[in-house]
């Protein structure tokens, strides 16, 4: 009997390496029940950490065409006013208005380039985290900066009220 019980213990270990996580010991082992019950144990911490696992690379897949998109956008722009800016029968006024567009679109590009790059950091653990304090007024306002194309060409206008104390920071 405790060599049937063993021999069960063992093939399911032998399974759970095999990759199979989803098996379950349904018999009574006797004095081997505390290893199943950590087999138990082994295997859903398995199974949790390939569910975390797999949202994880979804969410990089989400990002990645996320990040493609925004990167995309300005990049498009920025093509299609050098293609204007060729064309010699437009008048001056017309060129600095597009200059003015390149070079929005081409910081907008930078940023979010260099946004990229320190994500990157991050997420290799090359960076250190540092806190702050920080004054709430002048990061809405820097939002507020940064989105404006896109909220504009949505029809939204952010309101907000700042309170005179909080401009003090």
């Given at each position: 009997d405790l060599e049937r019980k063993y021999g069960i213990l063992l093939?399911?270990?032998?399974?759970?390496?095999?990759g199979e996580l989803d098996m379950e010991i349904?018999?009574?082992?006797?004095?081997?029940?505390?290893?199943k019950e950590q087999l138990s144990t082994i295997r859903d911490g398995f199974s949790m950490a390939v569910r975390n696992e797999t949202r994880s690379q979804n969410?990089?897949?989400?990002?990645?065409t996320n990040v493609s998109h925004d990167?995309?956008?300005?990049?498009?722009?920025?093509?299609?006013?050098?293609?204007?800016?060729?064309?010699e029968s437009i008048d001056e006024q017309q060129r600095r208005e597009y200059v003015k567009v390149l070079d929005k679109k081409s910081?907008?590009?930078k940023r979010l380039i260099e946004d990229l790059f320190e994500m990157s950091?991050?997420?290799?653990?090359?960076?250190?985290?540092?806190?702050?304090?920080?004054?709430?007024p002048p990061l809405i306002k820097q939002v507020e900066s940064e989105t404006s194309d896109?909220?504009?060409?949505?029809g939204i206008e952010l309101v907000y009220r700042i309170q005179p104390e909080a401009n003090a920071e």
């Open positions: 093939a399911a270990t032998s399974r759970m390496a095999g349904e018999e009574d082992l006797g004095m081997f029940n505390p290893i969410m990089r897949t989400e990002l990645i990167l995309k956008t300005p990049l498009t722009a920025i093509i299609t006013y050098v293609d204007l800016l060729k064309d910081q907008r590009l950091k991050a997420a290799s653990d090359n960076v250190s985290v540092q806190y702050d304090p920080i004054s709430l896109v909220l504009s060409d949505a």
